[in-house]
């Protein structure tokens, strides 16, 4: 006989749907578990947020507290691993917004099914500023007041992690030109030197004018004007343009230069930027240096 009995889920008439067998009997939820319980909810009746959430929270009122609770752990934790400055500064582009603006944003990571999820977390896809779903936030309380026939205001669980908006300590971490450096040395393989830029009058944050073709960098101290030529090798007339943050479409950026010398003795450069407003860090342009 094996130690621990395996558990086997089974169908059967007044039984739980399997999945939610297997919850009640390890009382606990994975992150695939919660979004199985996200698509119940009824979007027939959007508008009314209570109405959309009504079959959810009959299903967790049906099966009690060890099913409630495990999706109110599960939904502190997937909201919690949200609440980052990376995300909030895609959200609000350098803006300021309120603690509860950005758990209500958050929310909507939620009802729309995992791939959605797992998006925002990867950054590929962008919450808006203007969708909230945080009424998703008074479901198990409200399944538990209708399962106990009580208040909801007497819910008794308190989860593990904290939804609210910088609990994520780690993820809330201030931004430095550090991480630039960081950032750039995951585009190659090769050792890169770094290189800070900083103007004569001592401050380090530029506007930046690219020109893509001829590979020409000129910087402009943000604080007193002076101009900085990285690169100008081009014969030809060039036609800078204005870089502008790819994230908030601000222009103030602290600027460092990666570089290698790569095999046939021409150096690789790139240069990074930490967006000042939004603290969004982008590779502002790459190019080859040639020799001589
Ligand atoms: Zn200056
Ligand atoms: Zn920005």
């Known amino acids: 006989m094996p130690e621990k009995e395996r558990f ?75 609440d980052t400055r990376k995300i909030a500064q895609s959200v609000y582009k350098g803006e300021n917004f309120s603690a509860d603006e950005f758990l209500y944003a958050r929310c909507v990571a939620l009802i729309n099914a995992k791939p959605y999820y797992n998006a925002v977390v990867a950054g590929r896809k962008k919450l808006k500023s203007d969708l ?16 106990h026939k009580l208040h909801p205001y007497d819910y008794p669980h308190t989860t593990k992690y904290s939804y ?32 800070a830029i900083a103007c004569t ?10 020109d893509q073709q001829t590979n020409t960098v000129q910087l402009i101290c943000a604080s007193c004007g002076k101009e900085i030529n990285i690169n100008n090798q081009s014969t030809q007339p060039s036609k800078l343009k204005i870089k502008k943050c790819s994230n908030c479409k601000n222009d103030v950026f602290q600027v460092r230069k990666a570089t290698y010398i790569m095999e046939d003795g021409q150096t690789k450069v790139y240069i990074g930027g930490l967006c000042k407003k ?12 040639k020799k001589g």
């Not at 009058?201 to 690219?210: N, V």
């Open 8 to 82: 086997y889920a089974m169908p059967g008439p007044n039984k739980p749907p399997l999945f939610i067998q297997f919850i009640l009997h390890s009382k606990k939820m994975t992150p695939i578990d919660f979004f199985y319980f996200t698509d119940y909810l009824d979007w027939d009746k959007q508008g009314d947020d209570y109405a959309v959430l009504e079959p959810l929270i009959a299903l967790l009122a049906k099966y009690g507290d060890d099913l409630i609770f495990a999706f109110d752990e599960m939904m502190a934790e997937l909201l919690y691993r949200l």
């Open 132 to 147: 909230g779903f945080e009424a998703i936030l008074t479901v198990p309380e409200l399944a538990w007041a209708r399962c």
């Open 164 to 195: 609210e908006t910088m609990s994520n300590e780690e993820g809330w971490k201030e931004i430095t030109i550090q991480d630039v450096d960081n950032y750039l040395q995951t585009l190659t393989k090769e050792p890169l030197d770094m290189q």
């Open 201 to 210: 009058c001592g401050h380090e944050e530029f506007r930046i004018k690219l």
């Open 278 to 289: 939004c603290e969004n860090i982008q590779l502002l342009i790459e190019y080859v240096l």
